[in-house]
């Protein structure tokens, strides 16, 4: 199954009210990010253990480590959880910017270091979103 279908699968997958949120969510981070490289990470380890949400991740970039290994990954996730929906901004240095910068702004949602999480999408502000967004694809960027 390629990337493209493992999505749909995911999303097919959750209930209505979640596919719905989540299906737009998608579209606009396409839309935000067309020729970015496409992930899906089901959440499980090498084990097939699941210790995380299934995501869908857009984008790529380099991190790197203090050991000085590295690794590909995406630059913005998006994952459903109980109690909502997650928006992963990754490779932020500064991890008090989006909560200074788009907490306010954002809507009914929880800004932390690298994630915005809201219950549905109509809680927020798209229009936000695609700054915090656009401002994580500015970030790493630059630095991968």
């Not at 959750?14 to 606009?28: C, G, I, P, T, V």
């Not at 949400?53 to 857009?58: D, F, R």
């Not at 913005?76 to 910017?97: F, H, Q, R």
Request: with cysteine.
């Amino acid at each position: 199954m390629d990337t493209h279908e493992q999505i749909k699968t995911y999303i097919d997958g959750l209930n209505e009210a979640k596919r719905s949120d989540m299906r737009q969510l998608h579209q606009f981070m396409l839309e935000i990010i067309p020729n970015g490289k496409l992930w899906f990470l089901d959440g499980k380890d090498e084990k097939g253990k699941v210790i995380a949400n299934p995501s869908i991740g857009y984008g790529e970039f380099i991190i790197n480590y203090k050991s000085g290994s590295s690794k590909a990954f995406y630059q913005i996730g998006i994952s459903s959880n109980s109690t909502g929906i997650s928006v992963y901004i990754m490779g932020l240095t500064d991890k008090k910017y989006l909560s200074q910068f788009f907490k306010e702004t954002i809507g009914k949602a929880t800004v932390t270091g690298y994630c915005i999480k809201f219950k549905t999408i109509s809680d927020i502000h798209l229009n936000t979103l695609k700054e915090a967004v656009a401002y994580g694809l500015q970030q790493t960027t630059s630095h991968s």
